[in-house]
């Protein structure tokens, strides 16, 4: 799988300002077409629609359970047809020591799929090849969020 299939090509530039149906749309597409294992850090402030995409890319990618916040227990598994899925909430975190007794490492090295919101409060536990999303809101409109996706992918080639 190459970058350009995960990440349509104005999304790096920020040139999306995308509704919550176009944002629930995107992420349904992206979670079609991704291979585990992979990582995909969702970053935003507070109500940006971390949990939104989330939503949409497990339904994308099989999830038929109801994907809720994980901000309470950290992290929710699902299953779905091509691996399960681990969507972390870190919101709520000490400290990266915490991440240990979540089986951190277990669950970034898993065969799965793992979505990580506030994922800045892992620190240097957080896997360097992951796919990064940010979303931020748009001074003005409320009812869109700038979409930035794929681009502080580092080393990463694109290619899996
Ligand atoms: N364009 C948009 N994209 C996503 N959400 C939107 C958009 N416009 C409005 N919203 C609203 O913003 C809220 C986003 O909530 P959501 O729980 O997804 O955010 P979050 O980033 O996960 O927040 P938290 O930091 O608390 O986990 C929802 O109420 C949603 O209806
Ligand atoms: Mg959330």
Redesign the pocket.
């Known amino acids: 799988m190459t970058r350009s299939d995960l990440v349509p090509p104005l999304a790096a530039a920020g040139k999306l ?8 749309d995107w992420g349904t597409r992206l979670g079609r077409q991704i291979t585990p294992p992979l990582v995909i850090t ?1 970053d ?12 949409a890319i497990c339904r994308g990618y099989g999830v038929t359970e109801e994907v809720t ?1 994980p ?1 309470f227990a950290l992290v929710h598994v699902y299953d779905a047809a091509r691996s399960p899925v681990h969507h972390a ?1 870190l ?1 709520r975190l000490e400290g990266p020591k915490d991440l240990q007794n979540l089986g951190w490492d277990d669950l970034v090295q898993a065969d799965a799929l793992m979505l990580i ?2 994922p800045d409060r892992a620190g240097e536990l957080l896997p360097p090849d992951h796919l990064p999303i940010q ?1 931020r809101y ?1 001074d003005g409109d ?4 700038v979409l930035y996706a794929g681009g502080h992918l580092g080393h990463h080639t694109g290619d899996r």
């Open positions: 300002a995308l509704t919550e149906a176009e944002l629930v969702l935003g402030d507070l109500g940006a629609g971390k949990t939104t995409l989330a939503r916040s901000t909430d919101y919101e506030w979303l748009l409320p009812t869109r969020r």
